[in-house]
């Protein structure tokens, strides 16, 4: 069965940095793109980034290009989302997605929450 | 970036009765493959989203049959046939063809 656990939402000043992960399992991890997406409290859905199955293609949203970092170590079914100088605007249910097949992602984790106040 | 813009966006319906959910995109969605990647999810109250179609009309293993996408270039549509209590929630569009990725709105699915 197909897993996506994510962990490390916290509370988080203005201007700080956190990094939330993804724990994969029952499927091969190292072979499959995988995703992050975020959903704003009472907001729709967003996309962040996407990497390939080895981290040598990585893709960001324009908002987010430059202070979030996606990585991923294959050894460990993790994946990664490093966010740097956050704002008040990133708190949300951040989602870790497998991507099954180009265009589209398969399985949602259940998502981890980041809160950015003062 | 490509806007996909759903209508409407509060979608009432009676049990048992048809709900149409139109998502439309700012640009053609095939691509340079000749596939077309839009997809449809699912996202019921408190949970996290469920992928139901993929690549216009591809139903995912477990959906319901009532679940059906149709569609074409920059128009596309999500119709259940027959409304059931457990339907309710917002559903999204969202096309994997040009990036950034993009989600639609959210069309929020309720029993009248």
């Known amino acids: 069965e197909v897993q996506l656990v994510e962990s490390g939402g916290d509370l988080v000043q203005p201007g700080g940095s956190l990094r939330v992960s993804c724990a994969a399992s029952?499927?091969?991890?190292?072979?499959?793109?995988m995703s992050w997406v975020r959903q704003a409290p009472g907001r729709g859905l967003e996309w962040v980034a996407n990497t390939n199955h080895d981290a040598t293609e990585k893709y960001y949203v324009d908002s987010m290009k430059g202070r979030f970092t996606i990585s991923r170590d294959n050894a460990k079914n993790l994946l990664f989302l490093e966010m740097n100088s956050l704002r008040v605007e990133d708190t949300a249910v951040y989602y870790c997605?497998?991507?099954?097949?180009?265009?589209?992602?398969?399985?949602w984790g259940q998502g981890t929450l980041v809160t950015v106040s003062s | 970036d490509v806007v996909m813009t759903q209508s409407p966006l509060s979608l009432p319906v009676t049990l048992g009765q048809p709900a149409s959910i139109s998502c439309r995109s700012s640009q053609s969605l095939v691509h340079s493959d000749g596939k077309t990647y839009l997809n449809w999810f699912q996202q019921r109250p408190g949970q996290s989203p469920r992928r139901l179609i993929y690549k216009i009309s591809d139903r995912d293993s477990g959906v319901p049959d009532r679940f059906s996408g149709s569609g074409s270039g920059t128009d596309f549509t999500l119709k259940i046939s027959r409304v059931e209590a457990e339907d309710v929630g917002v559903y999204y569009c969202?096309?994997?063809?040009?990036?950034?990725?993009?989600f639609g709105q959210g069309t929020k699915v309720e029993i009248k």
């Open positions: 029952g499927f091969t991890f190292d072979i499959y793109w």
């Open positions: 969202m096309q994997g063809t040009h990036w950034p990725w993009t």
């Open positions: 997605g497998r991507g099954g097949a180009p265009g589209t992602v398969d399985y």
